[in-house]
């Protein structure tokens, strides 16, 4: 393809692009296709000739556009969101048209640079002390990990990289039982092992870690020879937004010299509004948090702020130095590389730039309180109609509700029924072993009356069941 031609297709695709988003709610939000449907319309072998990217972007429209999920649909109130604002998608795509490898300084200095100065904007933005430095990681599993690596590594006296973990004593990380499954398998891949993996208890509405059986369980654990090694909180855990008490639990991590690591994937984008960080309270102490622009707060996928109070004990766990990736750059440069799992890394504070300066901080905190508001307004709603029980209360914009006297099988078949619908869609989830219906909302353009359409479709759905 010619650079001329690139350029027609290039304004083709931002055409369909505008075009999409502005009839996106006349489609169903979940993909309305069976298994095997898209694949049965897909080649069985690579062809040996080229296609014309007319043919191509129409066989897009015909066999992938019918098979797609609409994350961007303003009525998907499933999982959490998952947002592209139209200024990141830009910088996206400016990104990959460049397309540096930003592993070290020297192989892109404004990536390094920019990704210095937008973690920083983004920790003003958060309210945390500036004793807090960043780095972008691909997900909010990869920052886990890193975090997990870190307590390993920090745990053994920096031997484990060398010496393996045959013949140490077991190294015990403590977490609530509410915890995302990105933290088991960063307990697997470190090696740490499932069982030494301690899911405490939780109590209370907000589904917090119980701090008397935390500290129980880590004095049970030395007293049979094992090593503590490490807390990992969660502030709006998955399932129905589970918060732990930080201060409670930074305050034993200080005493039994634990490194802390904090989840708030998702809600962590609400902390830059000041009014919302008392779900957090006392996160300022640990040692390593994550939360993902790439949910709520507008950037596209993928993009995970991860806040370190010590850089250089992450670096002493991840960062080595072959031949090939010496640099000889003079004065105070990082090489993120060193911050993180994988070596390659995309240029992906871009769209955090465009983002923050596109919509400014004030227009971003905006629509996470408006989806506040109107998700608390809609559970409210629901709330008074009879036949209908609000499970958990709203932390932030999620909340969980069934039909009361509703069996498990019930409660799945009116989520299934729902998205079947298509004007909504909607995930369940166990809160206490019982079979739930989650809502939350935090798609960017989002509107009051996409709740009101929520309200309308539960409701009349519900009453044909
Ligand atoms: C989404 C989510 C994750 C996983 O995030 P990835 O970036 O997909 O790895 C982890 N923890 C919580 C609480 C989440 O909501």
């Not at 307990?187 to 701090?211: E, F, R, S, Y």
């Not at 923050?356 to 905006?366: A, E, F, I, S």
């Not at 206490?432 to 509107?447: H, L, N, S, Y």
Request: aromatic content about 10%; overall charge negative.
């Amino acid at each position: 393809m010619s650079w001329d031609d690139f350029a027609k297709h290039a304004k083709d695709a931002a055409d369909w692009g505008a075009a999409y988003h502005k009839t996106i709610r006349d489609r169903p939000v979940r993909a309305q296709t069976a298994p095997g449907e898209i694949a049965a319309q897909l080649a069985d072998g690579p062809p040996e000739d080229g296609t014309d990217l007319g043919t191509l972007m129409q066989d897009f429209e015909d066999i992938v556009m019918p098979g797609i999920t609409h994350w961007q649909h303003p009525r998907f109130f499933a999982y959490f969101s998952s947002n592209a604002a139209p200024a990141s998608v830009l910088a996206e795509f400016l990104a990959s048209i460049i397309a540096p490898q930003c592993m070290l300084w020297q192989t892109s200095p404004a990536a390094t640079e920019m990704e210095t100065r937008m973690m920083d904007w983004l920790r003003q933005g958060l309210g945390l002390s500036a004793v807090f430095q960043g780095v972008i990681q691909d997900s909010a599993s990869s920052a886990t990990l890193a975090a997990v690596l870190t307590m390993r590594e920090r745990a053994l006296a920096w031997s484990g990289n060398q010496e393996g973990l045959a013949g140490q004593a077991a190294l015990r990380i403590y977490c609530s039982d509410q915890v995302h499954s990105s933290i088991d398998r960063a307990i697997w891949i470190a090696g740490i092992g499932q069982d030494n993996l301690v899911k405490i208890p939780t109590k209370g509405p907000m589904k917090a870690m119980d701090p008397d059986a935390l500290q129980a369980a880590i004095t049970a654990d030395r007293a049979a020879g094992h090593r503590p090694a490490g807390i990992i909180a969660a502030t709006g855990a998955t399932g129905m937004g589970a918060c732990d008490d930080m201060q409670a639990v930074a305050a034993i991590a200080r005493a039994e010299d634990l490194y802390t690591h904090l989840d708030a994937a998702w809600a962590g984008t609400a902390m830059i509004c000041p009014e919302f960080r008392t779900l957090w309270d006392g996160a300022e102490q640990f040692d390593s948090i994550v939360f993902n622009p790439h949910k709520w707060l507008g950037a596209q996928f993928d993009c995970a702020a991860h806040f370190l109070r010590d850089p250089d004990q992450l670096r002493q766990t991840l960062a080595i130095r072959p031949e090939y990736l010496k640099t000889h750059a003079q004065g105070d440069i990082i090489d993120y590389s060193e911050w993180s799992v994988p070596l390659g890394r995309r240029f992906r504070a871009l769209k955090l730039w465009f983002l923050m300066r596109h919509y400014g901080m004030d227009g971003l905190r905006t629509r996470i309180r408006n989806h506040v508001k109107w998700s608390v307004a809609l559970c409210e709603r629901l709330r008074a109609v009879p036949g209908f029980e609000i499970v958990t209360d709203p932390i932030l914009s999620l909340w969980t509700f069934k039909q009361v006297g509703a069996s498990d099988d019930q409660t799945q078949m009116l989520v299934d029924a729902i998205n079947d619908d298509g004007r909504i869609y909607l995930t369940q989830t166990l809160v206490d072993g019982v079979k739930v219906i989650r809502f939350t909302a935090g798609q960017f353009d989002c509107e009051e009356r996409d709740f009101d359409t929520a309200f309308d479709t539960i409701t009349e759905i519900a009453a044909r069941a």
